[in-house]
């Protein structure tokens, strides 16, 4: 038996036209232009590829594309006050402060400055206080676009056993969260668990985002199981994700590519937050 | 077999004692009396038992009393200017804004308005942050004094199972947190959840906080497991937990009572709270 594949990268698709049709409607309806302002400080190659993905991705939606960049030597002051100038734009619906900063920077200190009204990537104290209160608020953009891929391919949540491997602040604790809101019964598994496979082996629902390499094989996955693959990591042949995807295949139900899985859906849902966030800042009817 | 006893008044009374010297301590190096503002709104017969205890214990800790009480009627201005007040007096240390309040008023909005920094019940969207987020702030009252109960019986957690029954966002939420980041594998079950016996049955520390009488039999129970019962029921021979205890006594290995377990220590760790945002407003060495 092979998995069926579940292709983030055509319902990523998917969810950049809606947001396109969204942000057309809103300004039909007499709302502004959606912007997302990229923040990247200093020359770091892969963020660098990462920002020019979203600005293209942004305007491909029709959005505004406000990119602000600084030196690798800018100061916390002037980062900061980069921010509080975003922050006080009406122009500006979402910031995104590309991680990671450089070393010599307070990164959490900058992120907390971002209002939570325009914290697209969900990493503020108050989106994770919003999220774990299960009240309305930006969430984190990788684990909405695994909540839209389950929901996409109809896996059934509720009274499920969901097993989340991996408690990031990124990843997997509002994932966990998620799926719970969800009325599955959550699980998280961590480098410390004692029997991973055997969890991982009750799991309906698999979510992995241990940042390790194949860490998840096949003794790990009961037949049938839905595998999400959070992980993506530089191979000798390529991108690989943190579940064995060869031998996983073979016996889970459904399964996420690496490539073309939960990265592409990650950035949907930036999208999906910044016009998310336009509306709620200048309701329209 | 008859499992071990929790005693929450016993450790309860060695953290208030703790607190109290704590207080003196601070008081000795220059810092200001820690005073807690316990405000109540209307006459709840319940209610006015609880702030009653809550008051008189923070006396005996050696901390000002600085209760505040409005009318039933109280519109939500004036609630709203109450808190406010508390909020800039330096005196308080922690406001404690006693549910539930009169239905017209907008609970969830008044708890919003105390400031992280004096959040001693830990219920603030920030407050919920900063636990999900790992980092420090006030956790609330009742998942902190399971913590306490925990280490003083020097139950281990690290790479052990924790079930927690019930995700309430006071309770079972920030609980599954703080056993999470004490390396605990965490799973959350509630109403939904399918298997609920099998999965308790798989716990190494059960924490029940559902909020439904007896809902936990010794079937639930594999032997020698730590139980810890966070509800309160009145029935008709006196009060009762969510646990079934005198059948769970047979086969656990250590069980809180009710009364007498969880209960005296949420109000101990109101305290604790207390003194702890009192010396982090004024720290002195």
Redo the contacts between chains.
Sequence with gaps: MTAGRLDGTALARQVSEEVAKGVAAFRAAGGTTPGLATVLVGDDPASEVYVRNKRRLCVEAGMLDLHRRLPATAEQAEVTALIDELAADPAVSGILLQLPLPAHLDAPTLVERIPAAKDVDGL????????????PGLRPCTPAGVMRILDAYDVPL????AVVVG?S?LVG?PMA?LL?QR?A??????S???DLVG?CRSADVLVVAAGKPGIIGADAVAPGTTVIDVGIHRAPDGLIGDVDAPAVAEVAGLLTPVPGGVGPMTIAMLLSNTLAAATAAHPRD
């Design positions: 503020t104290t108050t989106s994770a206080g919003l999220l774990a209160q299960g009240r509720e009274g499920t056993h408690r602040v604790q969260q719970q009325n019964t959550v699980t998280v598994c961590h410390r668990t004692r969890m």
